[in-house]
């Protein structure tokens, strides 16, 4: 059974910082690629950050530069890093296996101007 359990999600004033993780489970870590999504209210859900297996990495434009996306095979674990939040960024950021319809139930990250 797989299963995705994000966490690090909260409240942070712009030009903060957070940290998600998504540890994942069921599934053979390693040669997966992740990636984190988020969604917006009254918006569809948008692609944040990918990894690859082999740790190349694929970010939005709205990010670039501010995110970070990384993994730890031997924690089965992909974070977040974010850096320089914005208002904007205020969504429920939700980890999910590419190419698969398995999803974490979201953290939300609220940044307050």
């Known amino acids: 059974q797989v299963q995705l359990v994000e966490s690090g999600g909260g409240l942070v004033q712009a030009g903060g910082s957070l940290r998600l993780s998504c540890t994942a489970s069921?599934?053979?870590?390693?040669?997966?690629?992740m990636a984190w999504y988020r969604q917006a209210p009254g918006k569809q859900r948008e692609l944040v950050a990918k990894?690859?297996?082999?740790?190349?990495?694929n970010y939005a434009g709205s990010v670039k530069g501010r995110f970070t996306i990384s993994r730890d095979n031997a924690k089965n674990t992909v974070y977040l890093q974010m850096d320089s939040l914005k208002p904007e960024d205020t969504a429920i950021y939700y980890c999910?296996?590419?190419?698969?319809?398995?999803w974490g139930q979201g953290t939300q990250v609220t940044v307050s101007s």
């Open positions: 999910n296996i590419v190419g698969h319809d398995y």
């Open positions: 069921g599934i053979t870590f390693t040669v997966s690629a």
């Open positions: 990894i690859r297996s082999g740790g190349f990495q």
